[in-house]
């Protein structure tokens, strides 16, 4: 089946050239626009497999690709495929797109459209319903997870105990300082270890490892 694509890009030669390479590729350009709303009129009245749009356009050139993407799907529902080109790795919009999990939303480099295949691979998978999330930005938030530290998961009350703690301060002076019983910081700093994977062992002191794990963060 040939598929049938919209394309949205402000910058006239880059529309025109990512036009050419849909075409060679096989896929049969409905339509193309420089802005959101000539974009959204032109999926309204041509229906095409899927909608290809740059990020950024007239008239802020910051998140109106996105937006104009949300309302297509928002109006068409997965009856369009949308593919979100953009010039930069911002995980945050990636994820935008592909939230509901309902498939048929992409998020690609502009330096993937120099390879034709893997354009066109992007956009048949899109309009057979899938996801398309470019490598490098799932390789950034693989590593934003990876640098991710365990004392990010304290909660704020087990983070004012561990600052005490780092402070030297014993588990009653903590009770002083924080107007709670003994055995609420007891459960607190039992947490804090639990949470730092910080096991019992006869050669490691617990309090001391917790506190460099939170000076370190």
């Given at each position: ?39 959204l009129d ?8 899927v909608a ?154 617990r309090r ?10």
């Open positions: 089946m040939t598929l049938r694509v919209v394309l949205a890009d402000d910058s006239v030669l880059l529309r025109e050239g990512i036009a050419r390479l849909m075409v060679e590729a096989g896929f049969v350009v409905v339509a193309t626009a420089g802005d959101a709303p000539t974009l032109a999926v309204r009245e041509h229906r095409p497999d290809v749009i740059d990020i950024r356009m007239p008239p802020t050139h910051t998140d109106e690709g996105l937006r104009a993407a949300e309302a297509i799907r928002a109006e068409h529902g997965t009856a369009v495929g949308v593919l979100v080109l953009s010039q930069y790795v911002e995980t945050t919009f990636a994820l935008r797109l592909v939230a509901d999990g309902e498939g048929g939303m992409g998020y690609l480099l502009k330096d993937r459209v120099e390879d034709p295949d893997e354009l066109s691979d992007a956009i048949r998978r899109i309009a057979r319903g899938g996801s398309v999330i470019d490598p490098e930005v799932v390789a950034q938030l693989v590593g934003r997870r990876r640098r991710k530290a365990p004392i990010d998961d304290l909660t704020e009350r087990e983070r004012d105990v561990l600052a005490l703690m780092a402070e030297g301060r014993s588990n009653q002076a903590i009770c002083d300082k924080l107007y709670v019983a003994p055995k609420t910081v007891e459960a607190h700093i039992a947490n804090i270890f639990s949470k730092l994977e910080l096991m019992p062992a006869p050669d490691d002191h001391v490892l917790a506190v460099l794990a939170y000076l370190r963060g």
